[in-house]
């Protein structure tokens, strides 16, 4: 069974980088079976798709392609978002997650991590 987990720092000061790492634990995170992503949810408001990674790139949204990259550790099988020049408006919590290629679903989620963005 797969299990994710987000790990990074809760506080972050205005114009810094934010880096966030999941971990992942039952499958190996270059298996070609899966896609793997990001989603936050700002404080009261709805999920926000950041972007994913696959074994052949990274896609992000939009609105944040400019700002955001994914790495990855094959040997930890951790990959580790990154979101620069931060602002309050990135202050969310943040969710790692797995994409089965069978159902292009947010299938298995970790837990969040809350992340404020404040001076």
């Known amino acids: 069974q797969v299990q994710l987990q987000e790990s990074g720092p809760g506080l972050v000061k205005p114009s810094q980088t934010l880096s966030l790492t999941c971990t992942v634990s039952?499958?190996?995170?270059?298996?070609?079976?899966?896609?793997w992503s990001w989603i936050r949810q700002p404080p009261g408001k709805g999920l926000e798709w950041i972007g994913y990674?696959?074994?052949?790139?990274?896609y992000f949204s939009p609105s944040l392609e400019r700002r955001t990259s994914i790495t990855r550790d094959t040997s930890g099988n951790q990959f580790t978002l990154h979101l620069s020049s931060v602002t309050p408006e990135d202050t969310a919590v943040y969710f790692c997650?797995?994409?089965?290629?069978?159902?292009?679903?947010?299938?298995?989620w970790g837990q969040g991590t809350q992340v404020t963005v404040s001076s």
């Open positions: 997650c797995q994409i089965p290629l069978a159902t292009l679903s947010f299938d298995s």
């Open positions: 039952g499958v190996s995170i270059t298996a070609s079976s899966y896609y």
């Open positions: 990674m696959t074994n052949s790139g990274t």
